[in-house]
């Protein structure tokens, strides 16, 4: 098993920026994808940026030229930096670790952005 210590959280107004970050521990493998997922309120969790650590980024439409997805191997965190928010952002954010045996959750970690 996994374990994923997400922070930085919060509140912000639209256009500022916060930075997510997201520790793994346990037995990781070196072949990985580390990802943030997020779930606005009344809806479905989506995807919105997932790394390798082979470096493979993908980023959801919505967030792409906003969010920054980055991950430190030998630590085993991944960061999310996001920037120019906006209320549509506001969400509980998941990181996710995910490799050929198992797929492991965080418990989340709020972001609101007012208007």
């Known amino acids: 098993q996994v374990h994923l210590v997400e922070s930085g959280g919060g509140v912000v107004q639209a256009g500022g920026s916060l930075r997510l970050s997201c520790a793994a521990f346990?037995?990781?493998?070196?072949?990985?994808?580390m990802n943030w997922y997020r779930q606005a309120p009344g809806k479905q969790r989506e995807l919105v940026a997932s790394?390798?650590?082979?470096?493979?980024?993908n980023y959801a439409d919505s967030v792409k030229e906003r969010f920054t997805i980055s991950r430190d191997n030998d630590k085993n965190t991944v960061y999310l930096q996001m920037n120019s928010l906006k209320p549509e952002d506001t969400g509980v954010y998941y990181c996710?670790?995910?490799?050929?045996?198992?797929?492991?959750w965080g418990k989340g970690t709020l972001v609101t952005v007012s208007s």
């Open positions: 790394k390798s650590s082979r470096g493979n980024t």
């Open positions: 346990g037995s990781i493998r070196s072949n990985n994808d």
């Open positions: 996710n670790f995910r490799d050929t045996y198992m797929n492991n």
